[in-house]
């Protein structure tokens, strides 16, 4: 059974991670993702609010865009942020060890957002909006949302913000409590991304 299980999870992350010998061509715009790029979680409990960070992305990253949309009013994006599970730090060892407890990091070490389109490049946002449609990959489930990023230049790159309420039982877990229950976490977290993009050259 243990077997079963782990050939499944290797099977579902295939669709995640993308092939190593991406060959890039003239109908693809290749952007950067800084090591020092960031996620953000807000949350709420029945007495108090708290939030818990991952300060640095801690890797460079690509962002590839299709510039062939094909009569689409979206461009198709190549890209797969991981984030460990054991870099959030909400401020309070306990906290920390319990939403990573919640979020199942032994199984499930890292939180992967797919970022599968938009309606604007990177540097077309600047100033603006763009519209993308964005998988998140966490604790062995997957949702899609619909996200609006923020763009503006940003000491000569693109900083790049999305934010998005989700649910913890968008993802079938279950909100930590303490104390019996006394403390509860609501099932509601607002989840920002602040990526520092930079064209490659």
């Given amino acids: 059974m243990q077997i079963l299980t782990l050939i499944l999870l ?16 003239a109908d693809q715009e290749v952007w950067l993702v800084s090591a020092s790029s960031s996620l953000r979680v807000d949350g709420k409990t029945n007495i108090n609010s708290f939030n818990c960070v991952v300060s640095s992305y801690g890797k460079i990253d690509t962002l590839i865009c299709d510039l062939n949309k094909s009569g689409l009013p979206y461009y198709k994006i190549n890209s797969i942020l991981e984030i460990p599970v054991v870099n959030f730090d909400c401020h309070h060892n306990i906290m920390t060890k319990d939403l990573q407890k919640t979020l199942k990091m032994k199984e499930y070490p890292s939180m992967l957002i ?23 990959f ?18 000569n790159q693109i900083e790049f913000v999305g934010s998005k309420t989700i649910l913890f039982s968008d993802f079938g877990l279950k909100p930590p409590s303490k104390l019996g229950g006394a403390i509860k976490v609501k099932d509601e977290l607002d989840v920002e991304v602040r990526l520092y993009l930079k064209r490659a050259d």
């Fill in 138 to 155: 966490l604790a062995g489930t997957n949702k899609t949302y619909s996200i609006q990023f923020s763009g503006k230049n940003y000491i």
């Fill in 114 to 136: 797919d970022i599968k389109s938009l309606n604007k490049l990177p540097k077309e946002a600047v100033g603006g909006y763009s519209l993308g449609e964005v998988k998140i």
């Fill in 10 to 25: 290797i099977l579902s992350w295939l669709d995640y991670f993308p092939s190593a010998d991406i060959n890039y061509s």
